[in-house]
């Protein structure tokens, strides 16, 4: 079982930037696909981000293609979102999630989620 824990959440202004980090648990952290997902208040979850294990591969969800970056650091276990022109619409829950496959769907593994708020 891999144990994912987020963090860097935070309250900026519209325009800012902020960084999130997922740590996980295990050495094996390499061998999975990771994503961010975000839940706003009253929305269902949507996805935000997905890197392969390798991260050569990415996918953005259109909402935050140009503005957010995913990375990843697996001589460290973690992963990364770069999140840059922050909107008001960006305010949400985050969460990092862990898949064998590199995908949109279908994550095992989740962490308990950091709160972006951003005011405009």
């Known amino acids: 079982q891999v144990q994912l824990l987020e963090s860097g959440g935070g309250l900026v202004q519209a325009g800012d930037s902020l960084r999130l980090s997922c740590a996980a648990s295990r050495r094996t952290f390499s061998s999975y696909a990771m994503a961010w997902f975000r839940q706003a208040p009253g929305k269902e979850r949507e996805f935000v981000a997905a890197i392969s294990w390798s991260g050569r591969n990415t996918d953005y969800a259109g909402s935050v293609e140009g503005r957010f970056t995913i990375a990843r650091d697996n001589a460290k276990n973690t992963m990364y979102l770069q999140m840059n022109s922050l909107k008001a619409e960006d305010t949400a829950v985050y969460y990092c999630?862990?898949?064998?496959?590199?995908?949109?769907?279908?994550?095992?593994?989740w962490g308990q989620g950091t709160q972006v708020t951003v005011s405009s």
């Open positions: 999630a862990a898949s064998p496959q590199f995908t949109r769907q279908g994550f095992n593994y």
